[in-house]
């Protein structure tokens, strides 16, 4: 069981960068075990994958959308899991997840994952 929670959102203007944070909590080595990714969802649309990691965070993996721009990372020593988001677009305005899954790779299918966190709203503004 991993508890996850994110931290970071806000009102930025449009160029402006913002880095969301997770923090995962569960018992013992259980964070470095999952593969972890990063969704969004935006009023009347689906949640849809932004970036993913791999459990060394060696590999990682972007949308179209957002590659170039935004840098997933993570760090097993502090259970954390972050998202820089930079030259940020006003279309990138939605509430951000934090999710980890026991996947053997890192998928861009939101429902391979399985313990989410309860979202941190991003609204850039034009």
């Known amino acids: 069981q991993v508890q996850l929670v994110e931290s970071g959102g806000g009102l930025v203007q449009a160029g402006g960068s913002l880095r969301l944070s997770c923090a995962a909590s569960g018992p013992g080595r259980s964070f470095s075990t999952n593969n972890m990714g990063w969704f969004r969802q935006a009023p009347g649309q689906e949640r849809e994958f932004v970036a993913g990691c791999s459990r060394s965070g060696l590999s990682t993996y972007y949308a179209d959308s957002v590659k170039g721009r935004f840098t997933i990372s993570r760090d097993n020593g502090k259970n954390t899991v972050s998202l820089q988001m930079n030259s940020l677009k006003p279309e990138d305005t939605a509430v951000y997840y934090c999710?980890?899954?026991?996947?053997?790779?890192?998928?861009?299918?939101?429902?391979?994952?399985?313990?989410w966190g309860q979202g941190t709203q991003v609204t850039v503004s034009s």
């Open positions: 999710a980890a899954t026991q996947a053997i790779y890192v998928p861009r299918n939101r429902n391979e994952y399985d313990y």
